[in-house]
C-alpha cells in the first residue's frame, strides 16, 4: 500500500493514543488541476469522512494519489477497525462510466462523508475549484467485497452539478432510498439532468424524484448554488429540508418533491421555503 496516498490514523479517543496508523503512498498536489487553488492546502489524501461498519468492524474511505506515470487515481478502501490491515480485496481503483461520461479521478473531488446503507457504500463528488469539466457523481460499491454496485451521474447532458453537502453524507429513508443535494449545473425538466437539485434515488441509483429551484439559473449564474448544504430528513414525517448559498430553507415532501416549477409568480412546488439568515435575502 505504500505506493498509494496519504496516512490513516486510528486514535483511542480517552487517552488520544495512536492506535495504528498506515501510509497510503503519495498524495495528490492540491495545485494539480488549478496551480492557485489553495482551499485545500498542499495535498489531498483522504478528504471525504470515512463511514464505520461495526457489525463487521471495518472502516471505509477513499484515499487519492500521485503515481509515478503522473496519473491521479483514486481507491476505495476497506481497513480493519482494530488494526488498519485490507480487508475484501482493498483498495479498488474507482472507475466508473454513466452515459457518455467517464469518471474522471483527477478533476472529482470526494468532498462529502461515505454512506453505508442497503449493504452498500454510497460515495459522491464534486470538483476542484470549479476547474475544467466536471459532474455530480455518486457510486455504491458493495460492503461486504468492494464490487461496484450502482453509477450515477447527474449532468450526463451538460456540466458542473457537484455534490457538496458540506461534507456530510447522504440521507437515507426507511425504505433505502438515497437523498443529496447538488450544487450548480445543468438541469432539465424531465429530470436526465438534476443539477442544483435535491434528489431522490432507490437503493440501486435509480431516479425516483427531484426539486430544483425555479430560480435555478439565476442561482446557478451567481454561484448561490442549492447544493452548498446537505439535506436532512425530519423523524416521523415524508419532510426533507436543506438550502444552499442563497440563505433560503426548503422544506419538500419526498412522496412529491415538485421537480422544477415554471410559474412566472416564482413560486416552488415545496411545502414551505423560508430566509434562515437575517437581513435581506
Known sequence: ??????????????????????????????????P??????????????????LTTNTIYFVSRNLLFDGTYPQY???????????????????????QSVAFDPKHQNQRPALTL????????????????????????YSAANL???????????????GIWQAGQGMTVDANGNIYFSSGNG?????GADTGNSFVKMTP???????????NSTTLNNGDADLGSAGVLGVPGTPYLIGGGKQG??????????????????????????????????
Open 117 to 140: 446503507a442497503n449493504g452498500n457504500i454510497y460515495i459522491a463528488w464534486a470538483s476542484h475549484t470549479d476547474a475544467n469539466t466536471w459532474h455530480g457523481w455518486v457510486i455504491a
Open 147 to 161: 464490487a461496484q454496485t450502482a453509477v450515477y451521474c447527474n449532468t450526463p447532458d451538460g456540466t458542473k452539478g
Open 204 to 214: 440501486s441509483l435509480g431516479l425516483l424524484d427531484w426539486f430544483t429551484p425555479y
Open 186 to 190: 445543468y438541469y432539465t425538466a424531465n
Open 76 to 98: 476505495l478502501n476497506a481497513a480493519d477497525l482494530s488494526t488498519g490491515a485490507p480487508k475484501f480485496g482493498s483498495p479498488v481503483e474507482i472507475t466508473a462510466t454513466y
Open 36 to 53: 492557485t487553488y489553495h482551499d485545500i492546502d498542499d495535498t489531498i489524501g483522504i478528504e471525504g469522512t470515512p463511514v464505520i461498519d
Open 248 to 281: 433560503l430553507l426548503y422544506v419538500v415532501d419526498t412522496n412529491s418533491m415538485g421537480h422544477f416549477a415554471t410559474s412566472p409568480s416564482g413560486k416552488d412546488n415545496v411545502v414551505q421555503e423560508f430566509g434562515a439568515v437575517s437581513g435581506q435575502i
Open 1 to 34: 500500500l505504500l505506493d498509494r496516498t496519504a496516512i490513516s490514523l486510528s486514535v483511542d479517543a480517552d487517552s488520544g493514543a495512536i492506535l495504528w496508523q498506515r501510509n497510503y503512498g503519495p498524495a495528490m498536489p492540491s495545485g494539480a488541476v488549478e
